[in-house]
């Protein structure tokens, strides 16, 4: 099993930035890939980005492409969500979640509880 904890969200002006973090506990992430989504007000939970913990190789959703990086910490076992650039729309619960390869990016097995980024005009 893998537990995760995220933290770093807040309230931020248009323009700004924030860094989000996701503390991992449990096995080993080998093998697994770790992402981030977002859930607005309203509307389904979407896909923002993630890495592969081994190889470090990333993947953006086209909203955030140029914007937001996604990296790891393997010695802190933590996955980073670098956020620059923030828009409105950009307002969400942030989710960090895990899966074990060869699960596909729509079947991430393990979620963490959530933190609120808030972008104000």
């Known amino acids: 099993q893998v537990q995760l904890v995220e933290s770093g969200g807040g309230l931020v002006q248009a323009g700004g930035s924030l860094r989000l973090s996701c503390a991992a506990s449990?096995?080993?992430?080998?093998?697994?890939?770790m992402g981030w989504f977002r859930q607005a007000p309203g509307k389904e939970r979407e896909f923002v980005a993630d890495i592969n913990w081994d190889f470090g190789s990333t993947y953006y959703a086209d909203s955030v492409l140029g914007r937001f990086t996604i990296s790891r910490d393997n010695a802190k076992k933590s996955v980073y969500l670098q956020m620059n650039s923030l828009k409105p729309e950009d307002t969400a619960v942030y989710y960090c979640?895990?899966?074990?390869?060869?699960?596909?990016?729509?079947?991430?097995?393990?979620w963490g509880q959530g933190t609120q980024v808030t972008v104000s005009s």
């Open positions: 979640a895990a899966r074990l390869l060869p699960a596909p990016r729509s079947q991430y097995q393990h």
């Open positions: 449990g096995r080993t992430l080998s093998m697994y890939v």
